[in-house]
Structures are given as structure tokens and as C-alpha cells.
């Protein structure tokens, strides 16, 4: 009797479980869709209706027949390339060709590609200033003094206003016949940079400074080198508001990013939306609403790697992570 | 022969919006070496405040500390500290947080293999090596203590020093821990300063007690020699008439001499200083 009991309890757990799991997200998600359809059919532009699901779904697919067609052009063009090489080659052995690079327009997924990789390389940059110097400001009270209103300051601004200087930086000081990186993602990589160290810069300080008190007191009647202190008491005991802040950071890293593409026309997802207004052909407002889409479910995924990275390091698993 | 530890004359101010507070008015105590003090007081008289300035967590404003003929400046391993709390590393299992003491202790005179040892004989003496990859959220508050205890013990430390060590475990497992304690000091025969407010404890574990004023400019009030034989057994001491003595002794002392006054309402005063004089008198 009894496992029959147990068995009917787990089932019920199970069904509560997909009920919440899974059942009312889909519920939310489908009144979304239906809402989405109802309103943007009531919505009407100088290009046509706003983009409704239907329409966003079928721009979606000839993004990616266009991103397949682009593909199998720049196959084409390598092997051309390479045929005529092969031709110059066998009449004259002394030749030696020199590959151009394809340079056909970008597609979307081309534009997500770079979004996220300069993405990656300004958080990654912040995030290698910010750790640092967050650890000297939350254990030192006079460099937190002597740092705090310069913090303060920058802080709030806005990635709009630093993109015409950091343009103009990069220009004066980028000169290289020979560039490793693009003006464009300089550009794009140190205006998200700028904007999104400051979370992880105030978290980690935050954290490191409210090291319970016991715990520093054991360092100190163990004399630990500072080295050791900050590796085995101080690090540890921030990791949580670190990732706070780290979190925080990419968000908004993310966010910043798009403006900054945008208005500097760099390469990007930022781009793409800036050149489909531009475009405004009837397909224009279905595309850009893709790439919202986009924009968003990237966004979710990079937090979703973070708190994945978060698990990972941390030392409690019990803590609930969201 | 010189005294072991020499606590001379201690004072300490801190400031306060209200001007300096003086929490501790010349203390002098002298402890032999394999002594076991207690430091016994109401809450607020100073006790910790003495045990964090031998500890040298406090800078005493007047007098000094000598650590066998040396003055004691700033913490060190060699007066190691059981905390109240045991302030384990909670991200280090049971070994690691011995281990880094260990390693900070004797990283240049003991091998990898004898600092191993080293560890797993210290975990042994408080019998926890059966959790020694535990770590702190996944062991008992008892067993917590039973880490920071080994801890402390694994630096070898001249003086051990204990705040309250025992007061956040329930009756049962304290009085466990308290023959552990009992049994390692006859091993080890360190010499130990312990804060606590539980009668009790002090007459079973002491050598000495020290009772202490209450603040604000605390000090020793009475001290008393505890003669009895170890090993002490609780049981057969509750009706040894010594043991009685000694315990009535603490407890005049604490409710009658020092008894605490508080500004609480009239009314709850008047029963608790009944109660208090009850319990002197028992």
C-alpha cells in the first residue's frame, strides 16, 4: 500500500513541477504572442502594419536564406580566387598570388558574431580592471577614499557621451599599417568597456570590505601574508556580490553595446537595426524586430552563462542562485 | 623562574562620540606555565576585551603583555585563538582549514608529510578525522568548534586562548566538549586563558579563576584557587563538598558582590534580584 501512496505523491510532485515549469511559461508566452498579433495588427507605419509574429518569422527565414545564400557566394569567390591563382601559377611558376578577402555585405548572423565578440572583449577587459581594483578599494579605506568620487562620477554617464572621444582616441592613437583589430571594434570594445566596470568595480569592493570580522581576525593571529589573505579569506568571501556585479556588468555591457553600434555605425547587431531604418523598405520593421528578439534571447543567454560560471566557482551550492 | 605570561597593568580607552570610554582599569595577572584561568564576569565587564589584548587584536592603551620575559605586540600563532563562533573558513573542508594554519606555522620546518601528519594528529586529538573533508555547513555546531579547537592547537601555541568557547553548543554536547578539553590539557599540558560565564565550567576546567568587576573600567575582582584533583570527574564533583564551595564562592561573588544592575523596569528588577539572591544562597 504504502509505495502506491509514494507513488501517487511523486506524481503529483512531477505534475506540479512541469505545471510550473513548463505549462505556465508556455501559457505566458502564447498570451504574449496572441496579444503581440492583436495589437501590432492595429498599428500602422509609413511602412506598412507594425511587424506582427507572422511576419517576424517569415523575416526570419529569409535572414537565414540570405546568411546561406551569402555563404555559398564567398565559397565561390575563395575558390575563383584560387582557380586563378592556380592558372597565373601554371604559366608563370614565379607568381605568387596574394588571397583577397571576401568583402560582400554582412549578414545578420555575421552581425551577431561581431556584437558578441566585442561584447566579450569589453566585458573582459572591464572585468580585468574592475576585479582588481575592486579588491584595493574594499580592503584599504584611503584608496577607497581617494577613488570613490572619480567612481562616482563616471558612473552615471552615458556610452552615448563617451563614443565621440573614445572614436577620436582610437583614431589618433590606433595608426598601424597593419591593424590586428579594427578601429571600429576598438572603438565599440573600450565605449562598453567604460560603461560596464562599475558594477563589478562597486560589488567587489562592497563584498571584500564586509569580510565577516572573525574571519579576518583569524588571519591576523595567523599572521597571513597579504597574498594569502586576499587568495584564501577575501576573495572567497566576495565571489557572491562579485558575481553580482559581474552580472550586472554584462547586462549592461550588452545594452551598451547596441547603442554604441548604432550610433557609430560600427559593425553589429546596432548596425543592422540602424541600416534597416535606414533601408526602410517593407521588410525593414519585421527585420529589426527580429533582431530585437535577438538582442533579447542573447542577453538572456549571456546571463544564463554567467550564473552557469557562478555555480561553478562558488564554494556554497546550497545558495539559490536566479 | 619567570612568569610564563605576564599581563601588566592594562588599561584601554576607546574613543567614543562621548568622549573616551575606559573598559578596562589596571589588570595585572601572572600565569604559569600548563596553567588553566578562567576569566569569569557578567556580560559587558571586559572579558573578551582582556583575551583580545593578550590575543593582540587590542593595542592596550596603558601596561603591557610578556610572553615569557618578551612584550607581546600584535597577534601571532604563538597565542593562538579558539573564537566563539569558530570562525571556520566556511569554503575550506575540516583538513584545509587546519592545513592553513599549519602550513603558516611550520611551512619551514616540517615536511609535506609531517605537516600531514601533523594535521590528521591534531584532528585526531578532538576526534573529528571521520569529517576531515567535511566542510563547515555540512558538520554540527559542536564539531565546528571541535575544527577551531584543532586549529588552534595545531599551531602550537605557548598560550591558548579561548572566548567562550563552549557558549553557543547546547548543555549536552558542551559538557562533551569539556572532557575533550580536559583530556587534551592532560596530554598537552598547555597553559590556557578561558572566557565564560557558566559557573560551572570554570570550577571543572580551572586551575585558577579570575573574576572580574563590572565595567566600565572592569578588573580583577577576586581571584580563586581551584584545588582539586585531575582528573576531574562531573559527575562524582557535583556532590563533593569542595566543589560546592568553589561554586557558591563564584556565584556570591557574581550575585552578590557584582551583581549587575540594569536599567530595566522596577518591577522585573525586583523579582530578578530575588532570584539572583535564591541562587546565591543555593
Known amino acids: ?322 | 623562574m619567570a612568569t610564563h605570561l605576564d599581563i601588566s597593568h592594562i588599561s584601554i580607552e576607546f574613543p567614543t562620540p562621548k568622549g573616551p570610554f575606559k573598559a578596562l582599569d589596571n589588570v595585572s595577572l601572572k600565569i604559569e606555565k600548563g596553567e588553566f584561568v578562567s576569566l569569569i564576569g557578567h556580560s559587558g565587564c571586559g572579558k573578551s576585551t582582556v583575551l583580545n589584548i593578550v590575543a593582540g587584536l587590542y593595542d592596550a592603551t596603558e601596561g603591557g603583555i610578556l610572553l615569557d620575559g618578551r612584550e607581546v605586540k600584535g597577534p601571532g600563532p604563538e597565542r593562538a585563538v579558539v573564537f566563539q563562533n569558530h570562525s571556520l573558513l566556511p569554503w575550506l573542508t575540516s583538513y584545509q582549514n587546519v592545513e592553513l594554519a599549519v602550513k603558516q606555522v611550520f611551512r619551514k620546518t616540517k615536511s609535506k608529510k609531517e605537516m600531514h601528519d601533523w594535521i590528521m594528529h591534531n584532528l585526531e586529538l578532538v576526534h573529528m578525522t571521520h569529517a576531515a573533508d567535511k566542510r563547515p555547513d555540512e558538520i554540527s555546531g559542536g564539531m565546528k568548534q571541535r575544527v577551531g579547537i584543532a586549529r588552534a592547537l595545531a599551531m602550537e601555541p605557548s598560550v591558548l586562548l579561548m572566548d567562550e568557547p563552549f557558549g553557543a553548543l547546547d548543555a549536552l554536547t558542551r559538557a562533551h566538549l569539556q572532557d575533550s578539553l580536559m583530556e587534551i590539557q592532560k596530554d598537552l599540558n598547555n597553559t590556557v586563558i578561558m572566557i565564560t560565564h557558566d559557573v560551572d565550567e570554570a570550577v571543572l576546567l580551572s586551575d585558577r579563576i579570575v573574576m572580574m568587576t563590572n565595567g566600565p573600567e572592569a578588573t580583577v575582582g577576586e581571584i580563586l584557587h581551584v584545588d582539586l584533583e585531575r582528573p576531574r570527574d562531573r559527575l562524582a564533583l557535583a556532590k563533593d563538598p569542595r566543589y560546592v564551595d568553589y561554586r557558591t564562592q563564584v556565584l556570591t561573588f557574581l550575585y552578590e558582590k557584582q551583581r549587575k544592575v540594569e536599567p530595566i523596569q522596577a518591577a522585573t528588577k525586583s523579582k530578578k534580584t530575588a532570584a539572583s539572591a535564591k541562587v546565591a544562597n543555593a
Open chain 1, 1 to 322: 500500500m504504502i509505495p502506491n501512496v509514494t507513488m501517487a505523491s511523486l506524481k503529483d510532485k512531477i505534475s506540479t513541477f512541469s505545471f510550473k515549469g513548463i505549462l505556465l511559461p508556455v501559457f505566458g508566452i502564447l498570451v504574449f504572442i496572441l496579444l503581440w498579433q492583436v495589437g501590432a495588427s492595429r498599428v500602422h507605419t509609413s511602412l506598412g502594419e507594425f511587424p506582427g509574429p507572422v511576419v517576424v518569422y517569415e523575416q526570419w527565414n529569409s535572414l537565414v536564406a540570405e546568411h546561406q545564400r551569402e555563404r555559398v557566394k564567398e565559397d565561390k569567390f575563395y575558390v575563383r580566387q584560387e582557380e586563378r591563382i592556380a592558372e597565373r601559377q601554371a604559366k608563370d611558376p614565379s607568381y605568387v598570388g596574394t588571397l583577397r578577402d571576401y568583402t560582400g555585405k554582412p549578414t545578420f548572423f555575421d552581425q551577431i558574431f561581431t556584437s558578441l565578440y566585442t561584447v566579450l572583449a569589453g566585458f573582459g577587459l572591464a572585468s580585468l580592471i574592475a576585479i582588481p581594483l575592486g579588491i584595493l578599494i574594499g580592503l584599504n579605506r584611503s584608496v577607497y577614499s581617494a577613488l570613490n568620487p572619480v567612481i562616482q562620477i563616471f558612473k552615471p554617464v552615458s556610452p552615448l557621451a563617451w563614443l565621440p572621444l573614445v572614436t577620436m582616441v582610437v583614431s589618433a592613437s590606433y595608426v598601424s599599417d597593419d591593424p590586428l583589430f579594427s578601429k571600429s571594434f576598438l572603438t565599440s570594445m573600450f565605449t562598453v568597456t567604460l560603461c560596464c566596470m562599475w558594477p563589478t568595480l562597486i560589488n567587489t569592493a562592497v563584498g571584500v570590505a564586509a569580510v565577516e570580522k572573525d574571519l579576518l581576525n583569524v588571519s591576523k593571529v595567523l599572521r597571513l601574508g597579504w597574498m594569502t589573505h586576499v587568495m584564501k579569506i577575501v576573495i572567497p568571501s566576495a565571489i557572491p556580490l562579485m558575481f553580482t556585479g559581474l552580472r550586472l556588468s554584462l547586462g549592461i555591457a550588452w545594452m551598451v553595446l547596441i547603442a554604441a553600434e548604432m550610433l557609430a555605425q560600427n559593425p553589429g547587431l546596432g548596425k543592422f537595426v540602424w541600416d534597416e531604418f535606414q533601408n526602410g523598405s517593407s521588410n525593414s520593421l519585421g527585420r529589426i524586430m527580429v533582431a530585437v528578439l535577438m538582442i533579447g534571447f542573447i542577453g538572456y543567454l549571456l546571463d544564463r552563462v554567467m550564473l552557469t560560471i557562478q555555480r561553478f566557482v562558488s564554494w556554497d551550492k546550497t545558495q539559490v542562485l536566479r
